[in-house]
């Protein structure tokens, strides 16, 4: 079945720092690729997505490209707050968009000033 | 838009004692999702309706757990009767089949149950 594997955690950086966590996924077909954000004590809420081969989502200073071929979905920041600290999920959703989503296990991010 | 709503934010209750979590999902949303999060077990999906139908409750973990959603802008997660390792924090989230792209889903903020 379709999965998502991610890195674990916890990532422990100073502020100003480069971000990667990384992501790979199993699917058939072409799912659509997400990254969640949990801030302490919050829900998830979407951070970006990316529905094709090739597509960068991006928000906040964050990116990721979908990259098929690789079947990766890498979350990258050129420089982190210290507000960025969360815990971090990739998720995809099968083609058909008819189950749930998919996601990681998580990774906390956490940056010290 | 208000949001997924979820109530209460935190439940303290006794071992044996019927909990009663609630959830009212984004308007015109028709998949409505329930998560339990834990340090051990991560974000474990439980159950999810789609026109108020239950569809996968695979993830329930015992007949203690009960979910029904009578109308599309309502649904309940029951526990009867709740023990310690129940605690946990319950997440609710919807989405739309016809907003059309990709399915993403819209969280609710939470409930935080312990459970003594």
């Known amino acids: 079945g379709d999965s998502v594997t991610q890195m674990e955690g916890p990532v422990t950086l100073s502020e100003e720092a480069c971000l990667t966590i990384?992501?790979?996924?199993?699917?058939?077909?072409?799912?659509?690729l997400f990254w969640y954000v949990q801030y302490p004590g919050e829900g998830l809420q979407l951070l970006l997505k990316?529905?094709?081969?090739?597509d960068k989502g991006s928000n906040k200073g964050f990116e990721a490209t979908y990259r098929k071929e690789t079947t990766s979905f890498h979350l990258e920041k050129g420089s982190v707050q210290v507000s960025d600290s969360a815990v971090y999920f990739c998720a995809l959703s099968p083609p058909s968009g008819n189950t749930p989503l998919v996601f990681g296990k998580g990774t906390r991010l956490s940056v010290i000033a | 838009d208000a949001g997924v709503i979820q109530s209460p934010r935190h439940e303290v209750t006794e071992m044996g004692q019927e909990v009663t979590l609630r959830c009212k999902p984004i308007?015109?949303?028709?998949?409505l999702f329930w998560y339990r999060q834990t340090m051990m077990r991560g974000l474990e999906l439980l159950i999810y309706?789609?026109?108020?139908?239950?569809?996968?409750d695979s993830g329930m973990p015992e007949d203690r757990f009960s979910a029904k959603m009578p109308n599309a802008s309502f649904s309940t997660l029951k526990i009867q009767p709740s023990e310690p390792r129940d605690s946990a924090v319950y997440f609710c989230a919807s989405t739309s089949r016809r907003a059309g792209g990709p399915r993403e889903q819209f969280f609710g903020p939470g409930t935080r149950l312990t459970v003594l």
């Open positions: 309706f789609n026109n108020n139908v239950p569809i996968d």
């Open positions: 990316a529905t094709k081969a090739d």
């Open positions: 990384n992501c790979t996924y199993t699917a058939t077909g072409y799912p659509s």
């Open positions: 308007s015109g949303h028709d998949y």
